[in-house]
């Protein structure tokens, strides 16, 4: 783990981006040459060069699980060992030295992860370097001070996230499965230093601390597993006093991270990502990873369903990529007709606009889209305000977008269960026909 934190620590912090692709050209080179003909899958395209391998997506790599791990494993195995940890919520059994995990599967297709306990320990390396500031560094450092705590919010507990445990690291998981209300006495009993959660977790956090229901200022505020929005990270920053960093994390790997001036990152020493352009200006699209540092399950030009948009190199000297925002999920982008009929994507980030220039009265809000219609569910003190300003806020939308208007339906807020991840835009697939 040391090796991994000094390495990310210090490697390409600054430097040219051409310096950066020649060593990931010379590393995916040293990965296809040793690493990819150990899984079935990888067998016999050895011999074809980086650009000929055949981009796969989530349903290919779980539905042939046993050909993209070199271990193996077949799915059925693998399977059975992360809902008994689901069921009994001990997530410490393991097959070997190899950790399974879980995923939410939002998409309905859910996903199973391997990692050995050195990519556990590699990983663990490249988070803390990706998130610790260096005050927090020289205190990890000093065995006279205490140590730093760590609050971890997340759906499922796992061996990987657990490595991050030490002396010198105080590491707590809450579980989304336990009623909201104990887990903020928890968090009130043991406040901590580090506070990781999902963006709706940390929201719903921000409003206790502003209510006095909760009482903790941690020094440093990370965002997983969802879309940080504009608005959460702002009601969030306010209520805790501490800007909120981001970490991109999937079953497939560490995709990206803040740096120092709040800039999302790819972490590109470690993954490889091509870009699959979904508009003609290349503003957004959807990245093609290739992690060259896994050795156990192979992610090699795997297709995610994520829209992540593009933005300008960042000032931090970091030679890495720099994306403006994650989106959301491909199937988070709502299909309309154009003045001409021909379906046109609507991004979240549009949707996201409306609702806040619809102003404080919507607290929250969930859009989907079923054919031609779109069903809105608002959260607000005053409903009849909200909903006569959402409408008149996506109708500007539609307008400005020339798109054919959808019919918009005003249902009933329902709130969710903490443990699901949360997807405020849920479109129709672009395969879909209107009416």
């Known amino acids: 783990m040391f090796r991994s934190f000094v390495s990310a620590r210090t490697r390409f912090r600054r430097g040219t981006r051409a310096a950066l692709l020649a060593y990931q050209e010379r590393a995916v080179a040293r990965f296809v040459a040793t690493v990819l003909p150990r899984a079935p899958f990888y067998a016999d395209l050895a011999d074809r060069s980086f650009a000929a391998l055949p981009v796969v997506d989530k349903a290919r790599v779980m539905g042939e699980f046993a050909a993209f791990n070199t271990r193996g ?71 006279w001070r205490a140590p730093l705590s760590v609050a971890f919010f997340f759906r499922s507990d796992s061996n990987l996230y657990r490595t991050i445990a030490s002396r010198r690291i105080d590491f707590a998981y809450y579980d989304l499965e336990r009623p909201f209300d104990e887990l903020v006495a928890a968090l009130a009993a043991a406040p901590p230093d580090v506070l990781v959660a999902p963006a709706s977790v940390l929201r719903l956090l921000a409003r206790a601390r502003t209510s006095g229901a909760l009482d903790v200022a941690p020094e440093t505020v990370v965002a997983v597993a969802e879309v940080l929005d504009d608005d959460d990270a702002a009601s969030i920053e306010a209520a805790f006093g501490t800007r909120v960093d981001q970490i991109y994390q999937c079953t497939e790997g560490f995709l990206a991270y803040t740096c120092a001036r709040q800039r999302l990152h790819l972490n590109e ?56 925002a994650i989106e959301g999920r491909a199937d988070d982008v709502l299909w309309l007709p154009s003045e001409g009929d021909a379906l046109v994507p609507v991004f979240p980030d549009f949707v996201r606009r409306a609702m806040a220039l619809a102003g404080d009265c919507v607290r929250d809000y969930r859009v989907r889209q079923a054919d031609a219609t779109l069903d809105v569910a608002l959260e607000s003190d005053a409903p009849a305000i909200a909903h006569e300003r959402v409408a008149v806020e996506l109708d500007a939308l539609w307008r400005h977008l020339r798109v054919r208007a959808p019919r918009v339906r005003f249902v009933p807020w329902q709130t969710e269960p903490l443990a699901r991840k949360r997807r405020r835009v849920i479109g129709a697939r672009g395969e879909l026909v209107l009416r």
Request: some cysteine.
């Open 73 to 143: 494993i077949d799915r059925e195995r693998a399977l059975e060992l992360a809902l008994a940890a689901e069921r009994t919520r001990d997530f410490r059994p393991r097959l070997g030295d190899v950790t399974v995990g879980l995923s939410s599967g939002t998409s309905g297709n859910r996903g199973l992860f391997l990692v050995s306990d050195g990519e556990r320990r590699a990983w663990a390396g490249i988070v803390l370097a990706r998130v610790l500031t260096d005050a927090q560094l020289a205190r990890i450092l000093s065995p």
């Open 269 to 324: 020493s470690y993954v490889r990502i091509e870009t699959e352009w979904l508009d003609a200006e290349r503003t957004r699209f959807v990245p093609i990873v290739t992690d060259f540092t896994r050795t156990t399950q192979l992610f090699v030009r795997y297709r995610l369903d994520d829209v992540l948009r593009a933005a300008p190199p960042c000032a931090c000297g970091c030679p890495e990529r720099t994306i403006a």
